[in-house]
């Protein structure tokens, strides 16, 4: 149904898609990953709030490959502040690097490392320059530079996420 919308990923033979339970899942044997990206309902919807917890992002920040990042979304609507400091000091306990960025109206990505890459800004523009086919997409959504990715960057955010590491349940 998303064929057109995707550039056809799901002819890609290096796509896997796996149906279950993704707290069982990730807990599997297998490679490490180089991108995990985590979008769970809301936390509101029964069981999901399990996908938010150090149990899960520990599962996750053990299936990354060095280098590697989570990309976790997280919906502003609807949450009550203390619930949204609860996520993203759970997450902080388990990744030391967590920034921001704004997605769609009331929705953040929030990109979590294992460690602080100093020069993932040059990477990003080298990965960014390689992937036509990805700037093409992003295009559609009036993305149409590393730059303007980069505008999106929520600059207040890492340290409330040292604030809610240490005032956040």
């Known amino acids: 149904l998303f064929g057109a919308h995707t550039r056809a990923v799901h002819t890609d033979p290096r796509l896997r898609v796996h149906i279950g339970d993704a707290r069982f899942y990730v807990r599997s044997a297998g490679e490490p990953w180089d ?52 996520v993203i000091a759970t997450l902080r306990t388990v990744f030391p690097s967590v920034a921001a960025y704004r997605g769609t109206q009331g929705d953040w990505l929030l990109v979590a490392r294992r460690e602080e890459t100093l020069a993932y800004e040059d990477r990003s523009r080298a990965r960014w320059d390689a992937h036509p086919d990805v700037q093409g997409s992003l295009a559609e959504l009036d993305i149409k530079s590393l730059d303007d990715v980069w ?19």
């Open 35 to 86: 991108v995990i990206a985590s979008e769970p309902s809301n936390l509101w919807v029964g069981g999901s709030d399990l996908l938010f917890t150090v149990e899960f992002f520990r599962a996750l920040e053990a299936r990354l490959a060095p280098g590697g990042i989570l990309m976790q979304w997280m919906h502003l609507y609807e949450v009550d502040a203390p619930s949204f400091c609860q």
């Open 151 to 169: 505008k999106r960057r929520v600059r207040s955010f890492p340290p409330y996420a040292e604030r809610a590491l240490l005032s956040c349940p």
